[in-house]
């Protein structure tokens, strides 16, 4: 990774951002608005629930939105991922 250059990985942890439109959005729309191209972001049974895009480990669960931006936040600083490019869908 040390030959990779920097620039390539996308810091979601310091680009959080309004969504453009007025309107406001809900807890759960604006996680998925800033993290939803790194992880899938869903409701279930009882609160909430993250997975990274990658494919590198299981749901993250978690009864609260603020518990789970949490736990995607620690979770992507421990392996930051790259972002994917314009157009392209992340595996």
Known sequence: ????????FMDWAETEAEHPDSAPLD????????????????PDDVGYRARRRDGLGDWMTADGLD???????????????????AGETPS
Request: no cysteine.
């Open 1 to 8: 990774m040390a030959d990779e250059d920097d620039s390539d």
């Open 27 to 42: 807890g759960l729309d604006a996680l998925r608005w800033n993290w939803g191209t790194a992880y899938e972001i869903e």
């Open 67 to 85: 518990t789970l931006r949490n736990d995607i936040l620690s979770d992507y600083l421990l392996k930051p991922m790259k972002r994917p490019d």
